[in-house]
């Protein structure tokens, strides 16, 4: 009598804990794949570094993969059940990215803005040289259009998804210590 007790107290706790882990699997994915920012990297049995960017003139002293972090934050958990949990995105170049890619892409025709510097001046003078102090700015100078023409892309794979050693160690733990958790409890 006494063993039939345990026994459903034991079955209770499990499905209680079979009901969690799937959303707390897919927040360790989540986590696991965002940390591959701040390591710039992915971790598989060892780290495996992002190829560096070539150097832009606004690029100096940014993260690889970041710009706006819209990718990084669109990562979350799509679908979870009792025996699989989907992590992912919605952003439309996550893919190539996160696979690489090499091969021609179409652009459409769009406007393109042209800029020009102006000096405008700051309504101060200098008492040296009696002369309004001037301030450089950037002034709107028209536009033109940009016919429709294919671009060759070479994307690098740099991995931020996907299964890993090292996260199905996590997973793993986290499962044995939420077992032994529900154990405790019993």
């Known amino acids: 009598m006494h063993n039939t007790i345990a026994i459903k107290k034991m079955e209770k706790a499990l499905k209680e804990v079979m009901h969690r882990l799937p959303k707390q699997i897919g927040a ?3 986590q696991f794949s965002k940390q591959s920012w701040r390591r710039q990297g992915w971790l ?7 190829q560096k960017r070539k150097g832009g003139k606004n690029d100096t002293g940014r993260a690889i993969l970041m710009k706006s972090g819209r990718l990084r934050r669109s990562i979350r958990v799509l679908r979870t059940t009792s025996d699989m949990v989907v992590i992912g995105t919605d952003v439309p170049y996550a893919a190539a990215h996160n696979n690489g890619f090499n091969g021609s892409v179409n652009v459409r025709v769009h406007r393109r ?3 020009k510097k102006v000096k405008k001046g700051t309504g101060m003078y200098s008492v040296k040289t009696r002369r309004e102090r001037q301030r450089t700015t950037t002034q709107y100078d028209g536009a033109h259009w940009v ?3 294919t671009r060759v892309m070479k994307i690098p794979k740099r991995q931020f998804l996907g299964d890993s050693p090292y996260l199905r160690r996590n997973v ?4 044995a210590s939420e077992i032994l958790k529900a154990a405790k409890r019993i």
Not at 172 to 175: F, T
């Open 28 to 30: 360790e994915a989540v």
């Open 147 to 149: 016919s429709s023409h």
């Open 172 to 175: 793993q733990r986290l499962i």
């Open 113 to 115: 803005n042209r800029y």
């Open 44 to 50: 598989d049995d060892s780290l495996k570094p992002w």
